[in-house]
Nanobody, 115 residues
Framework: QVLLVESGGGLVQPGGSLRLSCAASTSISSIYIMGWYRQAQGKQREMVAI???????NYADSVQGRFTISRDVAKNTVYLQMNSLKPEDTAVYYC?????????WGQGTQVTVSS
């Protein structure tokens, strides 16, 4: 069982920035692809960004150029730097491997973008 704990969310004005963290209870060095996902109220959970063990990244079109995913293997942590935030980025953000493992979902961290 892998425990993932997300943090760093909050209330931010449009155009602002946040940095999310995802701390894993086990080494992430053997996990080939880690990802960030989000679920807005009333909508399905969607993939936001993924990163391979080699550092290759991929992003949803809606966040391309604004979000950056990274991983620190020594700290067993995955990050999501979010810049130029928009109201439509409001959601609960989760991390998981890709493809996600159903038993790995954590509590997520709420991001609210509003003036």
């Amino acid at each position: 069982q892998v425990l993932l704990v997300e943090s760093g969310g909050g209330l931010v004005q449009p155009g602002g920035s946040l940095r999310l963290s995802c701390a894993a209870s086990t080494s992430i060095s053997s996990i080939y692809i880690m990802g960030w996902y989000r679920q807005a109220q009333g909508k399905q959970r969607e993939m936001v960004a993924i990163i391979t063990s080699g550092g290759n990244t991929n992003y949803a079109d809606s966040v391309q150029g604004r979000f950056t995913i990274s991983r620190d293997v020594a700290k067993n942590t995955v990050y999501l730097q979010m810049n130029s935030l928009k109201p439509e980025d409001t959601a609960v953000y989760y991390c998981n491997k890709y493809l996600p493992e159903s038993t790995w979902w954590g509590q997520g961290t709420q991001v609210t973008v509003s003036s």
